[in-house]
């Protein structure tokens, strides 16, 4: 039977090349103030061992824990897990921030925490305990609440603040939602369509306002109006075939509606279909999120693409930024959406 090969560890290569554990800590964390030699030395021992260091050894020196935590909601993440509908935000918010932790040797560690929750604190806290963290992820709701704001500043820990311009500590950083809600509405006014519903999602979420601005300001650019034509959901099917449903009733009804995400886009297509409308001939629909259910929807759906994986692998960059050089950059990241433009919308339909 084959003998398992020991693990090369930290103590091996600080006996190979003669030194101590905290100097082979402080060049695999490459600090300043070893001497040139000194380096040359613990990395010829590194390579030659084949050693890879370990987050216990390069939290020997103290300064760093090279964690960054990601705070996702909690009850929203679960209920899409279990109702086994698709994960795409936070696949791709794991995509952009694992790969570029991963270049700066970090690792990133998810947890999900309710905003809601009377023990927000105490989680928070024994979290950052348990883990201490160099830095703290938050994507929406937690981006906007103050608790959390609050509480992390106090910490002392750099933090990136995604889906948010709430005032207050953090790196911000938004995909630009207000331009994104505009530029679709201004896709469905070039196609001739008049009557354009949109359904919102909840206020909790700042973006949530950010897209009804962006949609009533490109209506009032058109000279439409646009004032019963606004349903709220709660980003759930259920919610938007309830919204899609108050839409489709209204007296004068909507030839095209723009919905906050894939799942009510998908209910407003279900729906459509089991009142004989068809998509696009009757009726226009524009989604947000593209996720891949709505690439292979039938049609396909014209969506806007949010760029979360770049988003969240800047929140990494100008985390590891902030510890290595200083203070942050105060003012909003934006990194720009962009309007897929598929079979889901077409020409409206002639009166």
Not at 106 to 111: A, F, K, S
Not at 205 to 220: D, K
Request: hydrophobic share 45%; charged share 20%; net charge negative.
């Amino acid at each position: 039977m084959a003998r398992r090969r020991q693990a090369v560890t930290i103590k091996h290569v600080a006996a190979d090349a003669g030194v101590s554990l905290q100097t082979v800590s402080r060049v695999v964390n490459k600090e300043s103030g070893v001497r040139p030699g000194m380096m040359a030395r613990v990395q010829a021992s590194i390579d030659k061992l084949g050693y890879v260091p370990s987050i216990a050894a390069q939290r020997m020196g103290g300064s760093r824990s090279y964690l960054i935590l990601a705070l996702n909601d909690r009850e929203r993440t679960i209920a899409d897990w279990r109702a086994r509908q698709g994960t795409d935000w936070f696949d791709q918010m794991m995509l952009g921030g694992m790969l570029t932790c991963a270049e700066h040797g970090y690792r990133l560690i998810v947890e999900l925490v309710d905003t809601h929750s009377d023990h927000i604190e105490r989680e928070l806290l024994a979290a950052i305990a348990a883990l201490q963290p160099d830095g703290v992820i938050l994507t929406p709701p937690h981006s906007g609440n103050p608790l959390i704001i609050n509480l992390l500043e106090a910490q002392g820990i750099s933090f990136a603040r995604i889906g948010s311009l709430t005032e207050g500590p953090g790196i911000r950083l938004i995909m630009d939602d207000t331009r994104a809600a505009a530029i679709a509405t201004e896709h469905l006014v070039e196609l001739g369509h008049t009557r354009i519903g949109f359904i919102a999602g909840p206020a909790e979420y700042e973006l949530s306002t950010w897209r009804v601005e962006g949609w009533r300001a490109a209506m009032a650019a058109a000279a439409l109006a646009a004032d019963d034509l606004l349903a709220v959901g709660d980003f759930s099917h259920a919610s938007g075939r309830a919204a899609a449903a108050h839409l489709l009733a209204l007296r004068d009804p909507p030839t095209a509606i723009i919905a906050s995400n894939d799942q009510m886009t998908l209910a407003t297509l279900e729906l459509a279909r089991e009142r004989g409308l068809v998509v696009p001939d009757d009726l226009s629909l524009v989604s947000f999120d593209d996720t891949p259910i709505i690439r292979l929807a039938h049609p396909p759906l014209t969506a806007i693409s949010q760029p979360i994986a770049e988003v969240t692998a800047q929140a990494v960059n100008l985390i590891i930024a902030d510890r290595s050089s200083g203070p942050a950059i105060t003012m909003p990241v934006t990194v720009l959406a962009s309007l897929m433009i598929r079979h889901s919308t077409g020409r409206a339909r002639r009166l």
